[in-house]
């Protein structure tokens, strides 16, 4: 899994895979994780894995007792741990729909990486990206060490996904929009 370029899981999981490198996962270990959303399309995690009851990448649970949550599509333990160098040149950049590589610290996930589509949301005035806030109004939230921000080149089929309008009950699963995103 490269974390220089927009995610795109399989079309279908390997669950046996998935699950075979799920058990090995311990405290500490350097994990990426791709997990398939409605709200926040297919996006990466990299991180250290905090492991009690559950196994949990960058503030997100995937998975617990050799089961992956079902938004888990790949998985893999790699060698070595990239670092975002660059940071943001300019805040307009990080809109819905472009590529944002987004270097996170928060306790007790450490310092992580989300690597996936910004999405919007009205309700809120923020730019997410894989369910963690980026931008809320005209600035960085505070747990955002940098940013890379790429525009979505012209062959990028996948399309764009709808903005977010009112935030449900379910972490991660706020209301959206039907039909196409502006």
Do not use: C
């Amino acid at each position: 899994m490269r974390l220089d370029q927009q995610p795109v899981g399989p079309l279908r999981r390997k669950l046996s895979e998935i699950a075979a490198v799920l058990v090995t996962v311990e405290n500490g270990d350097l994990v990426h994780v791709v997990l398939r959303s409605d709200v926040y399309g297919d996006f990466l995690v990299a991180g250290r894995a905090f492991v009690n009851d559950s196994v949990w990448v960058g503030g997100i649970e995937i998975g617990s007792r050799g089961k992956p949550n079902r938004e888990v599509v790949a998985l893999e333990k790699p060698s070595d741990e990239v670092r975002n160098s660059s940071t943001v040149v300019v805040l307009d950049e990080i809109i819905h729909g472009a590529f944002l590589r987004v270097e996170f610290e928060q306790t007790p996930y450490g310092v992580f990486q989300i690597v996936g589509q910004g999405v919007s949301s009205s309700a809120s005035d923020a730019i997410l990206v894989g369910s963690w806030f980026v931008k809320r109004k005209d600035s960085l939230v505070p747990r955002v060490r940098s940013v890379t921000a790429a525009p979505r080149s012209v062959d990028d089929y996948r399309p764009v996904l709808p903005k977010m309008t009112q935030w449900s009950s379910d972490r991660g699963s706020p209301d959206i929009e039907s039909g196409v995103a502006e």
